[in-house]
């Protein structure tokens, strides 16, 4: 019904299962500025696809809204920031879908920040970490940690984690030398042993072999040598390929120090170079087909003794796909009898390593239990309900005064006009098929002409959502009978002029006469299906698809069976009634896009009450006026009540009191029931100015033995830490779902406020599991810094370790997550991603207690029978 009373907004659905992205690449640079003082420089590269926050947001700290960047260093008096950060990047500001609609400043592609210190000491080094989150249109990811090092010496300029940038001289210098600059002979140098990089770990692509090399050429100065070897069919970027647009280049990232100097630029030679345009990326590069290709790059040490390490990163592509960029740790020894070879992490860092990979998960995450659970999100299913929307606007359209007189007089001409009645047939398919190519071709252009980015924000952007309130008033007072928007005459003169010279030219103007003559009715509706489907890249086209089938078909029947047109109802004031029924339909959903604004601005003047208030008085309207208690100005006197007119005044009357059942309090969430018709077009429940916040008291024994047990979604019971809840469990005998969410996490919103309150659902997760809800974004930092293991990162606050145990368990890092376990840590069903409906979901947990009461019984058969000694 919700499509019916008009165009609500597209579904979002997250993919089931994701692999671990990481779509935003940190690098850093500094530069001496003068005296004591530096710029520190933080550099983004941002995959396709996806945006990071900016610092600067309008929005207040406790808004659900997604998490800026943030700089952070580590504290030490040896220094201080001069002035404010400084960004500078592919900056946008509209509204995020992902975050009810949100006004938020973002970047894509690249980012950079500045920020000026004054060094006191410069001995010490100035460090610390970037934390980002990144959001594409469907999901947004837990927010990342990169550390960064600073060693800031004056008057030479250093760089943070990389070699010294070339400058375009220095670039082309580099390039003319390994052109025409004869092979150095290093015969008489000593050669130190050849070490290769580490394999990576099976399953994963590795089209790059890396080995690393030192040649000693003076006392004090030292070539080291970086080799890659490329598998057949791949390549990767040279250091002369822009990063700006493009793939990432390969370069050479060092530890700062002061026991050795980096002399000139790292030079690269040999294998099989190409340039020229990337089929991937559509932007001027220079890369390498063949290998081996030998990075050089020339240092002066200081002190031998130490080794000097860093990293390379480089970007591999072949004919079907890029990965994404990798990192290879490197470290050389000048030392005697030492060489370079691939390094991992210190060991000897001083963190607490700990490694949170559960062997019964991972095990039972691949195969679980129970066979029971599996299913596959379809990512087009939001197409196939764009398209019904479509469709189910041009039915309306055909009901309109401007379309319905149209049929019979249309079909009649081709009938009567044609030599017999296959051509008569013919020539009214071929006018249907030119109202789909004229509507469609309007659905491309607009696609083609804002793009698919352009247009999701345009469908999220708080002005342009106050414009779509004001023009949809507009509309709604014009089906009312107030004015009429009509396209200038003397496009159907023209129109219908072409339409006049006959054949295939005369049909297809045909059609688009009527496209123009019907707009005044057509118009509201076409703009409105145009919005709400403006969110998918193929949206306009599919919507429009749907209207023009649903406009065309018509023609198509009546033309193919005329004795069907004696069973039309004939013109009159009816039509007149359906348009001021649209109109109060465009009223309703004026007011969506206002709280859309409204939200975002923080205005505070659309309220869940406000809005759902307005709503029953315009739907109670629409019932008085086909009670005929209202009349506009083109309405005639109601004599008397059709059948078909009580019976939409009577479905009208029963909406408006549905409507009002959304003020009613809901014991379970201490709030208004949400009305899932409503779901996507009011504002939650939770917005209101009249309910206070209400909570119920905790269980205090569990409490004082557990102390992350709270309350969750809905006053659910829950546990926040996984091992006190999965103890909980145990001493229970209950199964636990596992919930991996976020704060700010939309899908996981809508699991609990439509689907976890339904009571076949809610009785589930209250009686029969114990619920553990793991939020990957709580900043809350933790005692000490950690270092994960398996992934070889740290982890400093609470969503940095829940987010590595999601990794490390389920190797995925999407929300919301729902896994069924077993007290013992067992997969009972194959987890669940976002998914709309609750029959489903109540399907998912009947399937993981079934399993889990089966597998119960088992281990107690099973012990009694060894009890016994049966075999």
């Not at 692509?205 to 080291?224: G, H, M, N, R, V």
């Not at 319905?404 to 009645?421: A, E, G, N, Q, Y």
């Not at 004795?563 to 109060?584: A, E, T």
């Amino acid at each position: 019904m919700k499509y019916l009373l008009l165009f609500l907004t597209a579904f979002i659905s997250a993919p089931l299962f994701a692999q671990v992205e990481n779509p935003v690449h940190w690098s850093f640079e500094s530069r001496h500025i003068e005296g004591d003082e530096f710029e520190l420089v933080f550099k983004a590269k941002i995959d396709d696809g996806w945006k990071t926050y900016s610092p600067y947001q309008e929005y207040d700290e406790d808004a659900i809204a997604p998490i800026p960047i943030g700089i952070f260093y580590d504290e030490g008096d040896h220094f201080e920031t001069i002035g404010k950060l400084q960004e500078a990047g592919n900056r946008k500001v509209a509204q995020e879908p992902l975050f009810e609609n949100i006004n938020v400043a973002y970047y894509t592609k690249n980012a950079t920040f500045t920020q000026r210190v004054r060094m006191k000491d410069a001995s010490r080094p100035v460090t610390g970490y970037v934390e980002s989150m990144a959001c594409d249109e469907e999901k947004c990811l837990p927010p990342s940690s990169v550390d960064f090092g600073f060693e800031l010496k004056a008057p030479k300029p250093t760089t943070g984690q990389l070699a010294p940038p070339a400058t375009d001289e220095k670039i082309a210098e580099a390039v003319k030398e390994n052109i025409r600059k004869p092979q150095e002979d290093f015969t008489k140098v000593e050669q130190l042993e050849k070490l290769e990089a580490l394999p990576p770990p099976g399953g994963i692509k590795a089209p790059l072999k890396w080995t690393f090399d030192i040649k000693k050429i003076s006392e004090q100065e030292y070539e080291l040598l970086f080799i890659a070897d490329l598998a057949k069919g791949w390549t990767f970027y040279s250091q002369h390929t822009s990063p700006d647009d493009g793939p990432i280049p390969a370069s050479f990232h060092f530890e700062p120090g002061a026991h050795y100097e980096l002399e000139g630029a790292t030079l690269e030679e040999g294998g099989k170079k190409k340039s020229g345009m990337d089929p991937f990326f559509g932007v001027e590069v220079v890369k390498f087909t063949e290998g081996p290709v030998t990075f050089r790059q020339k240092v002066k040490a200081l002190d031998s003794s130490e080794p000097i390490t860093g990293y390379l990163t480089y970007m591999a592509c072949d004919d079907s796909e890029c990965l994404p960029p990798t990192d290879v740790e490197f470290s050389f020894g000048l030392a005697a009898g030492t060489a370079g070879q691939a390094a991992a992490i210190d060991p000897a860092s001083g963190l607490k390593a700990i490694d949170q990979t559960v062997p019964s998960i991972k095990a039972t995450y691949v195969e679980p239990l129970g066979s029971c659970g599996a299913e596959d999100v379809a990512r087009d299913s939001n197409l196939l309900w764009t398209f019904i929307l479509g469709f189910a606007g041009g039915l309306l359209a055909l009901l309109t005064p401007c379309v319905f007189p149209m049929i019979p007089l249309t079909v009649s001409f081709f009938t009567k006009s044609s030599k017999d009645r296959a051509s008569g047939l013919r020539n009214a398919l071929l006018y249907g098929l030119s109202i789909i190519v004229i509507y469609v071709s309007i659905g491309l252009l607009i696609t083609g002409v804002f793009g698919a980015t352009a247009l999701n924000e345009l469908s999220t952007n708080w002005i342009a959502n106050t414009l779509f309130f004001i023009i949809f008033i507009l509309f709604a007072f014009s089906f009312f009978g107030f004015y009429e928007i009509t396209l200038p005459s003397s496009w159907a003169n023209k129109s219908d002029a072409m339409a006049d010279r006959g054949g295939l030219l005369g049909i297809f103007f045909m059609a688009f006469t009527l496209a123009i003559v019907s707009f005044s009715c057509t118009g509201p509706i076409i703009g409105s299906a145009l919005v709400q489907s403006a969110t998918s890249k193929m949206g306009p086209f599919v919507v429009m698809l749907g209207f023009s089938s649903a406009l065309a078909l018509p023609f198509a029947l009546f033309a193919a069976f005329p004795g069907w047109l004696n069973s039309l109802p004939k013109s009159g004031g009816w039509m007149n009634s359906v348009k001021v029924v649209l109109g109060f339909l465009e009223l309703a959903l004026a007011l969506k896009f206002l709280s859309v604004a409204d939200m975002t601005m923080h205005w505070n003047i659309l309220p869940y009450e406000v809005f759902m208030g307005a709503w029953v008085l315009i739907f109670g309207a629409m019932a008085a006026y086909l009670f005929g208690l209202i009349r506009f100005p083109h309405d005639s006197p109601v004599q008397k009540l059709s059948a078909t007119r009580g019976a939409f005044a009577l479905l009208s009357l029963a909406l408006t009191v549905y409507l009002a059942t959304g003020f009613f309090y809901n014991d379970d969430t201490k709030s208004y029931n949400s009305l899932k018709l409503m779901s996507g077009l009011a504002p939650p429940a939770t917005y209101n100015v009249l309910l206070p916040d209400a909570k119920e008291a905790l269980d205090t024994d569990i409490k004082s033995k557990y102390p992350s047990f709270t309350k969750c979604a809905n006053n659910l019971d829950c546990f926040k830490n996984y091992e006190e809840g999965v103890a909980y469990a145990r001493e229970v005998n209950k199964p636990v779902l596992l919930d991996f969410t976020g704060y700010g996490c939309v899908n996981c919103r809508k699991t609990e406020e439509h689907i976890w309150v339904a009571e076949e659902v809610k009785s589930k997760l209250s009686e029969d599991f114990v619920l553990v809800s793991l939020y990957v974004d709580d900043r809350k930092a933790l005692e000490e810094i950690l270092l994960s293991i398996p992934r070889q990162e740290k982890l400093r606050n609470v969503g940095n370790m829940w987010a590595d145990f999601q990794i490390v368990n389920f190797e995925q890092n999407s929300q919301p997550l729902y896994v069924m376990m077993s007290p013992d840590e067992r997969v009972l069903a194959a987890p669940r991603g976002y998914k709309e409906g609750v029959q489903d979901y109540a399907e998912f947990l009947k399937c993981g207690l079934e399993t889990y009461e089966q597998t119960t019984e088992e281990q107690k058969k099973g012990k009694e029978d060894k009890r016994l000694g049966v075999n």
